[in-house]
């Protein structure tokens, strides 16, 4: 591409807006949470990642052991977040860092690493209000999986959100519950729907999906497909991640031993080019790709910064003039709006049998 073309490029995406799509804005084709935060609460607001001492039932036995594959949580924790410090020292730690680099005065608290809603309910109102008790802190993320939302757990969450902002983030990674269990999720995408729907009961609870692009057993037109299951779900935001092969895993092991099929940087720009156009417009778009240090990064290895993939994608939606929503139409997700999970069976039965043939193993070319 020329650079007159590129800079075209840049200029139609710099006045792009949609009436259906209020957060995306400065040259962005999607919803930017950033924008949402800011408009939520009228300045820029960080999250401040917390570590509560938790683990996950695929870990420890409960369902399975060993955790998901792909995981490795010191390669997205900071530092501070992976000392054995109290809830306010960490903190007191995020919250000089933030203002530091970005002049923040409003945080989030993020309970990000392992599942964190997997505890006694008296664990867990201690760990909330110690956070919440911060007076910089304006509200409360809290990651977790499907199955570790008891009736409880939920309810006090509901309850918290009447006088808290809270933010609950689930790990969908896929609607195919073949991959589910490749990468040892142990669990499946019908408890995952039950969990969304529960919490959906509480609308002052902003509910995140997380999904991962790119697994060894998922076609593009497989991954494109679960936005039927994707749009159906009771969203605000969804983080989407590319398959990341992560030092001291069991997927680094299984990769090393037999390498598998990872997309490239031009393959991926495609790609979640089209998933984020077959996007609901009224969900906001917390990630669109995965970033870890260099120093746990097997593959794929794009060589490109955090900003460098962001004005990309941008690039490359402007030029073939796709926006989040573009294809994605109502009448998709009528027949499964109250039955996701039903969605997400009859989409498995169809596809999963020959998406291994169709993605044929062989080493990226990094």
Not at 92 to 104: I, N, T, V, Y
Not at 144 to 169: Q, W
Request: proline share 4%; charged share 25%.
């Amino acid at each position: 591409m020329t650079g007159r073309s590129e800079r075209g490029a840049m200029k139609r995406s710099e006045v792009f807006s949609h009436p259906e799509l209020p957060w995306a804005r400065k040259g962005f084709r999607y919803n930017n949470y950033k924008f949402y935060l800011e408009d939520r609460f009228g300045e820029r607001v960080q999250r401040v990642s917390l570590e509560g001492g938790f683990s996950c039932p695929n870990r420890d036995g409960t369902r399975g052991r060993g955790g998901c594959n792909y995981c490795n949580n010191e390669s997205f924790s900071p530092a501070y977040a992976r000392r054995r410090v109290s809830v306010q020292e960490q903190l007191e730690m995020g919250k000089r860092h933030l203002k530091a680099r970005f002049g923040s005065h409003r945080f989030l608290a993020y309970f990000q690493s392992y599942s964190n809603t997997y505890a006694e309910l008296s664990r867990l109102q201690e760990l909330y209000t110690e956070a919440l008790q911060d007076p910089d802190v304006t509200g409360l993320c809290v990651s977790t999986r499907s199955d570790c939302l008891p009736e409880e757990t939920v309810a006090l969450l509901g309850d918290l959100a009447e006088r808290h902002y809270i933010n609950v983030e689930i790990g969908i990674e896929s609607v195919y519950d073949r991959s589910l269990e490749w990468m040892n999720r142990c669990h499946s995408m019908a408890e995952t729907d039950d969990a969304f729907r529960r919490l959906a009961q509480y609308p002052r609870i902003d509910l995140t999906g997380h999904v991962i692009l790119g697994l060894p057993l998922e076609t593009e037109d497989m991954i494109l497909d679960s936005l039927r299951v994707l749009n159906a779900l009771p969203l605000r935001f969804l983080k989407i991640h590319h398959l990341q092969v992560i030092e001291n895993t069991q997927l680094a092991e299984d990769y090393r031993r037999e390498p598998f099929a990872l997309m490239d940087y031009p393959q991926y720009l495609d790609l979640v080019s089209r998933f984020i156009a077959g996007l609901r417009p009224g969900i906001v778009l917390q990630r669109v790709f995965s970033d870890s240090p260099k120093q746990f990064l097997i593959a794929p290895k794009w060589g490109k910064t955090q900003t460098a993939i962001i004005m990309d994608l941008q690039r490359y939606m402007a030029r073939r003039e796709l926006y989040q929503g573009k294809f994605y139409s109502p009448e998709d997700e009528s027949a499964v709006v109250t039955a996701a999970a039903s969605a997400a069976a009859a989409v498995n039965a169809a596809g999963a049998e020959t998406a291994v043939s169709e993605r044929r193993p062989g080493k990226e070319t990094n």
